[in-house]
């Protein structure tokens, strides 16, 4: 079971940027999709971004498609978040999380494995 570990929320005004990180430890499998699930009060539950580790392949969801950008650094076993353009939309607890699928299909594998969490608040 791989376990994470998320940082880098804080507070900012609208049109601010954020970087959040997720360092993996455990075992790290060639089918790992690592991504980021946003949850807020009277809000449903997220899936903001996800990426494959093997190869790369990247999920976003519609509404930070063009804001937001997910990497990775595999020497590190660490997944970044970068957030741009923040609006009060934005603001939420950002939870890393972690499933194995045998495909690069990000955007819908179960996530099983989740980080403490990391808040977001984006002030106007």
């Known amino acids: 079971q791989v376990q994470l570990v998320e940082s880098g929320g804080g507070s900012v005004q609208a049109g601010g940027s954020l970087r959040l990180s997720c360092v993996a430890s455990g075992y790290i499998g060639d089918s790992l999709c690592i991504g980021w699930i946003r949850r807020a009060p009277g809000k449903e539950r997220d899936r903001v971004a996800a990426i494959y580790q093997w190869d790369g392949r990247t999920y976003y969801a519609d509404s930070v498609t063009g804001r937001f950008t997910i990497s990775q650094d595999n020497a590190k076993s660490t997944v970044y978040l970068q957030m741009n353009n923040l609006t009060p939309e934005d603001t939420a607890m950002y939870y890393c999380?972690?499933?194995?699928?045998?495909?690069?299909?990000?955007?819908?594998?179960?996530?099983?494995?989740w980080g403490q969490g990391t808040q977001v608040t984006v002030s106007s």
């Open positions: 999380a972690a499933g194995y699928s045998p495909r690069p299909d990000c955007g819908n594998t179960p996530f099983t494995a």
